[in-house]
């Protein structure tokens, strides 16, 4: 059973479009998070979520918003997207510190 | 489609001790492998990867991982552990053009 799932694994887009990625975890944790893997396949934590309420969003624009219905899901909505966000995009969830991670989303801004 | 499997969910060893962590994954052809470490209380750093040439591949901490592409595998060892390398580690794949396929993660616990 996949324990976090996450859709689509592919999506392209033009410039300006609004796009959506999901998450879901059926492990029971707690926290979930998405990740930004940059150029340099550095993993970057954009935001974290604990029962529902945002406890990490780093440095990130507005345009990125994390949307939890309920503790098994964390979706992502990208607002008027740019060529700059063309990246991959990982969900996670946690139980303390081991992180479980869904198999990514490759975006491409066009 | 890729897979990586990491042999051990917990290792605990003593400072000084001598650390091996196993990866193997599988995939058909050309794959670039990655090992990540998480801090307690941080986000995923890359450790180390490995793109072509050298198979043995150096990085940073004093860590360093061997990719035998026969046997599939991507371990990674460290030869005097101390007690600051405690943390998550991951090791992933990249095959082709996909997003990258992390394993499960390695909790290495240190004790003095």
């Known amino acids: 059973d996949t324990a976090v799932s996450q859709t689509p694994k592919y999506l392209v887009t033009q410039m300006g479009n609004d796009k959506s990625i999901k998450c879901e975890q059926n492990l029971g944790h707690d926290t979930m998070y998405w990740y930004k893997q940059d150029s340099k396949k550095f993993l970057k934590i954009m935001f974290s979520?604990?029962?529902?309420?945002?406890?990490i969003n780093e440095t990130v624009p507005n345009r990125f918003s994390p949307k939890s219905p309920d503790k098994a899901h964390l979706n992502l909505h990208i607002n008027s997207l740019e060529l700059g966000d063309s990246a991959v995009y990982f969900c996670?969830?946690?139980?303390?510190?081991?992180?479980?991670f869904g198999s990514g989303t490759q975006l491409s801004v066009l | 489609a890729q897979s990586v499997s990491q042999h051990n969910h917990h290792v605990i060893l003593s400072e000084a001790a001598s650390l091996e962590l196993g990866c193997n994954y599988s995939y058909g052809g050309t794959v670039n492998l990655f090992w990540y470490v998480q801090y307690p209380g941080q986000h995923l750093q890359l450790l180390l990867k490995y793109f072509s040439g050298d198979p043995l591949v150096k990085g940073i901490k004093g860590f360093e991982a061997e990719f035998i592409k026969s046997k599939f595998s991507f371990n990674l060892r460290k030869p005097s552990v101390q007690w600051s390398d405690t943390a998550e580690y991951f090791c992933?794949?990249?095959?082709?053009?996909?997003?990258?396929?992390f394993g499960k993660g390695t909790r290495l616990s240190v004790i003095a």
């Open positions: 992933a794949v990249r095959g082709g053009n996909t997003p990258l396929v």
């Open positions: 979520y604990n029962n529902k309420e945002l406890i």
């Open positions: 996670a969830s946690s139980l303390r510190e081991k992180l479980f």
